[in-house]
């Protein structure tokens, strides 16, 4: 690629910081946007830089959210506030939603504790967490974490601050990959681990 002039480089570079696009991609993408004869290229940076500006943290469950409204899942009255669904990231609640068989609301930890990464539980979204059960006094609080070391501390830590509001914690069933995270999941298994919660500490 270094015969390529140094603005295509610079574009490439920045494609290939995309999930999934090597180095061969980043360059096809980077002559594709240079060929292309309809405006779709000005069209593409001009939605990116609409979304970076746009889209924020719900204020309540830290999902993807336009402005300073709701996202479409808390505002959505069909949902079933019974059960809360703990995950890592907003990223998380997208293979939730694939499978179609949840549908009650999530809450976004922002990660999960790792001591070794000085990430403890002031730096997620664990306070809001308890405050959202102790508020909207759901039945039942899915943690629907990683299933590595620290997605299991995480989930464990967190039912034992759940034991004094009487709220129910469980965990999808068996089924997901030991050690990976739930965008590795296909639907059928993640909708089926879903469906059959368990109890955490069962």
């Known amino acids: 690629m270094s015969d390529l002039p140094p603005s295509v480089r610079r574009l490439a570079d920045g494609l290939r910081r995309l999930p999934g696009i090597g180095a061969r991609n980043a360059q096809r993408m980077a002559i594709a946007v240079l060929r292309a004869r ?3 290229p000005e069209e593409l940076a001009d939605a990116i830089r609409a979304a970076r500006g746009n889209v924020r943290p719900c204020g309540r469950c830290g999902f993807f959210a336009e402005g300073d409204a709701l996202c479409e899942i808390c505002r959505d009255p069909k949902r079933d506030g019974a059960v809360l669904c703990v995950v ?4 998380d609640v997208l293979p939730i939603e ?3 068989v949840f549908r009650g609301r999530y809450h976004c ?3 999960k504790l790792s001591p070794i990464h000085n990430v403890g539980p002031d730096d997620l979204a664990i306070g809001a967490l308890l405050g959202r059960v102790r508020d909207e006094g759901p039945a039942e609080v899915v943690m629907a974490l990683g299933t590595d070391v620290e997605g299991e501390t995480t989930s464990l830590y967190i039912a034992q601050q759940l034991r004094s509001l009487s709220v129910r914690v469980t965990r999808p069933a068996m089924g997901l990959p030991m050690g990976g995270s739930l965008d590795v999941a296909d639907a059928l298994t ?3 681990a879903l469906q059959h919660r368990q109890d955490v500490g069962a």
């Open 98 to 100: 694939r499978a179609g």
């Open 38 to 40: 309809e405006g779709w």
């Open 190 to 192: 993640l909708g089926r």
């Open 109 to 111: 930890l922002g990660g």
């Open 88 to 91: 890592e990231t907003a990223n």
